[in-house]
């Protein structure tokens, strides 16, 4: 079994800026993605950045050039920098881990992001 806890939401202003941190913790295979998805009311779960254990890297393009994912493979975190952040950013971002030679797939609980003056 795989854990995932999230932290680091909140409100923030417009332009300003939010970083997410996702700590995996339990039988964790060497070769997995880990990536951030989110939700907003009314809408389906949607991707916003993936990173594979070898470092590479998949973006939305809706957050290309504004958020940043990055893992500490030691520590099996990854965590996700939000900068220039937008009304339309706001959501419950949930952090997954999926397991290369297995397929099986692990959410965290999720944390909200609210943008808003």
């Known amino acids: 079994q795989v854990q995932l806890v999230e932290s680091g939401g909140g409100l923030v202003q417009p332009g300003g800026s939010l970083r997410l941190s996702c700590a995996a913790s339990?039988?964790?295979?060497?070769?997995?993605?880990m990536g951030w998805y989110r939700q907003a009311p009314g809408k389906q779960r949607e991707l916003v950045a993936t990173?594979?254990?070898?470092?590479?890297?998949n973006y939305a393009d809706s957050v290309k050039g504004r958020f940043t994912i990055s893992r500490d493979g030691a520590k099996n975190t990854v965590s996700l920098q939000m900068n220039s952040l937008k009304p339309e950013d706001t959501a419950v971002y949930y952090c997954?881990?999926?397991?290369?030679?297995?397929?099986?797939?692990?959410w965290g609980q999720g944390t909200q992001v609210t943008v808003s003056s």
């Open positions: 990173i594979t254990s070898g470092g590479s890297t």
């Open positions: 339990g039988s964790i295979f060497r070769l997995n993605v």
């Open positions: 997954r881990l999926a397991a290369v030679a297995t397929g099986e797939n692990y």
